[in-house]
């Protein structure tokens, strides 16, 4: 049961890093498929590498506060996903931006795997396994990725709220989830 939790989570977190691989296909049509490797596996880096890191803090303060971790897991995802569904309704800047610019994929790979920080705290809490989850959850984002790059050099921008409001209900489905297996 816990691999289909981590899938269905790294799905829910690839969702951010789809929509800005849409961005970037939409934005530099002439990608080729080097270019989409190198922001393909920066963005996996970062959003395997941040649940990792939380996974680890969270572990720190794990046994202060074991008797309520569900709820901090639930909130957490809620909090997140709410968030995901609330950003997808903001316009977006019609700048130009270069997703090759080392600096720009950095910041894009960052910003998208903020919240598998949070992710990683409450895979802790709820005794997840992190190995796992650090190679499900860059796979899945690796792969979503690529996809989002080619989809958005052939469709443009159409899709790009709706990917995003998907995801925030899977981690709100999730965050459920955790919270009635615990209350139950």
Same mark, same amino acid.
């Given at each position: 049961?816990?691999?289909? $939790?981590?899938?269905?989570?790294? =799905?829910?977190?690839? %969702?951010?890093?789809?929509? *800005?691989?849409?961005?970037?296909? #939409?934005?530099?049509?002439? @990608?080729?498929?080097?270019?989409?490797?190198? @922001?393909?596996l920066?963005?996996?880096?970062?959003?395997?590498?941040?649940? /990792?890191?939380?996974?680890?803090?969270?572990?720190? *303060?794990?046994?202060?506060?074991?008797?309520?971790?569900?709820?901090?897991?639930?909130?957490?995802? !809620?909090?997140?996903? $709410?968030?995901?569904?609330?950003?997808?309704?903001?316009?977006?800047?019609? &700048?130009?931006?270069?997703?090759?610019?080392?600096?720009? /994929?950095?910041?894009?790979?960052?910003?998208?795997?903020?919240?598998?920080?949070?992710?990683? =705290?409450?895979? !802790?809490? $709820?005794?997840?396994?992190?190995?796992?989850?650090?190679?499900?959850i860059?796979? *899945?984002? %690796?792969?979503? !990725?690529?996809?989002?790059?080619?989809?958005?050099?052939?469709?443009? &921008?159409?899709?790009?709220?709706k990917?995003?409001?998907?995801?925030?209900? #899977?981690? /709100?489905? $999730?965050?459920? &989830? =955790?919270l009635?297996?615990?209350?139950?």
């Amino acid at each position: 049961m816990d691999y289909l $939790i981590i899938f269905l989570v790294a =799905i829910g977190l690839c %969702f951010d890093t789809f929509a *800005v691989s849409i961005s970037s296909g #939409i934005a530099r049509q002439e @990608i080729v498929f080097k270019d989409a490797l190198k @922001i393909a596996l920066t963005l996996a880096f970062f959003q395997s590498a941040m649940p /990792l890191a939380g996974w680890s803090l969270g572990e720190q *303060v794990k046994i202060y506060i074991s008797e309520f971790d569900h709820w901090i897991a639930f909130a957490i995802l !809620s909090i997140l996903g $709410i968030k995901m569904i609330l950003e997808s309704f903001k316009n977006e800047s019609e &700048k130009e931006f270069n997703p090759l610019n080392p600096w720009i /994929l950095i910041s894009m790979a960052i910003a998208t795997s903020l919240d598998a920080l949070a992710v990683g =705290i409450s895979f !802790s809490l $709820i005794s997840i396994p992190i190995l796992m989850s650090v190679l499900i959850i860059g796979f *899945v984002t %690796f792969l979503a !990725s690529m996809l989002g790059i080619l989809f958005g050099k052939k469709t443009g &921008k159409s899709f790009g709220k709706k990917i995003e409001i998907a995801g925030g209900i #899977i981690l /709100l489905v $999730i965050g459920f &989830k =955790i919270l009635i297996e615990h209350i139950a």
